[in-house]
């Protein structure tokens, strides 16, 4: 079983920075990736940032140059450090963890945290 558990969300304002961690219950090189998705209210959840198990890392268009995802495998930790947060960035984020296999075809799993709220105000 896995657990993840998100912390750092709050309100804050344009302009200024908030750092999110997730903390899971067994090593995170146990997955294939780890990442952070948000959810704004009426739209679809998306992706923000995700990091590989080699270390290598994706970003959204929207988030370039302003958000940094990072790792601590000591500490079972990814985090993501927002600097220069603007409105738009207004959302729930939710921790992900996924964990592939190839047999007989591609098949995953999402692993999720609660979530937690981030306001931007302008």
């Known amino acids: 079983q896995v657990q993840l558990v998100e912390s750092g969300g709050g309100l804050v304002q344009a302009g200024g920075s908030l750092r999110l961690s997730c903390v899971a219950s067994r090593s995170i090189f146990s997955f294939n990736a780890m990442g952070w998705y948000r959810q704004a209210p009426g739209k679809q959840r998306e992706l923000v940032a995700a990091?590989?198990?080699?270390?290598?890392?994706n970003y959204a268009d929207s988030v370039k140059g302003r958000f940094t995802i990072s790792r601590d495998s000591a500490k079972n930790t990814v985090s993501l450090q927002m600097n220069n947060l603007k409105p738009e960035d207004t959302a729930v984020y939710y921790c992900?963890?996924?964990?592939?296999?190839?047999?007989?075809?591609?098949?995953?799993?999402?692993?999720w945290g609660k979530g937690t709220l981030v306001t931007v105000s302008s």
């Open positions: 992900n963890a996924r964990v592939q296999t190839f047999v007989a075809g591609m098949t995953s799993r999402d692993y």
């Open positions: 990091i590989g198990s080699g270390g290598s890392t």
